[in-house]
């Protein structure tokens, strides 16, 4: 049964047992990284669709694949900082998997194989110019609102550093990524103009 009527009076249980309010830091926190992780899998899947465009050459379908494999692997990852953020008993914590500096490497080196293959930047990019680069954006911004509510929770609870990394990592890779859309799909960056 999908509904157990638990959280009828607004409380939800964490990772343990402990029940806290829907709105408590903690919940804000993990529940911002489920929904990024949500707009993570819808770009995802639109990467996947792109794959197996019979029309693009198929060097360009073998990238958009590896583009979807790697956001398929963060996805995975946010889950795990996701069950992490819901775990206040440190015996409970200590036996999960964990986000390490592999993870952050492996971010990293995403991001630096991307940005080598972008023209530089002259100024602020405005999200558009296709709808998969759109939502590459829209996952950025969630991820930083994300970020932010791991940073408030941080003022009250003990976050390992590694995870504030990674969700940092995180969007800096969806910003290059976005980029990178465009050129892919033989499209135009849309820029801020002041005037």
Not at 11 to 37: F, H, I, M, P
Not at 61 to 69: G, I, M, P, T
Not at 106 to 115: G, H, L, P, S, V
Request: proline share 1%; net charge negative.
């Amino acid at each position: 049964m999908v509904y157990t009527k638990t959280g009828d009076k607004g409380t939800t249980s964490l990772v343990g047992g402990r029940r806290v309010k829907k709105c408590d830091q903690r919940v804000e926190a993990y529940g911002s990284v489920d929904e990024l992780n949500s707009h993570i899998g819808l770009l995802a899947t639109m990467l996947q669709n792109k794959s197996v465009e019979l029309d693009i050459a198929f060097d360009i379908r073998e990238q958009f694949e590896e583009l979807h494999n790697q956001l398929k692997q963060t996805q995975n990852r946010l889950f795990v900082v996701q069950t992490l953020l819901a775990t206040e008993d440190q015996a409970t914590y200590s036996k999960l998997p964990q986000i390490d500096d592999s993870d952050i490497s492996a971010m990293e080196n995403w991001i630096d194989t991307i940005e080598s293959r972008l023209p530089k930047l002259d100024s602020f990019v405005i999200a558009g110019g296709s709808v998969e680069s759109a939502q590459a954006h829209v996952a950025r911004t969630v991820c930083r609102r994300a970020e932010r509510e791991i940073v408030r929770l941080c003022e009250t609870e003990a976050v390992e550093e590694k995870i504030t990394k990674f969700i940092n990592r995180t969007s800096d890779y969806l910003f290059v990524l976005s980029r990178f859309i465009l050129i892919l799909e033989n499209k135009r960056e849309i820029f801020w103009s002041a005037k």
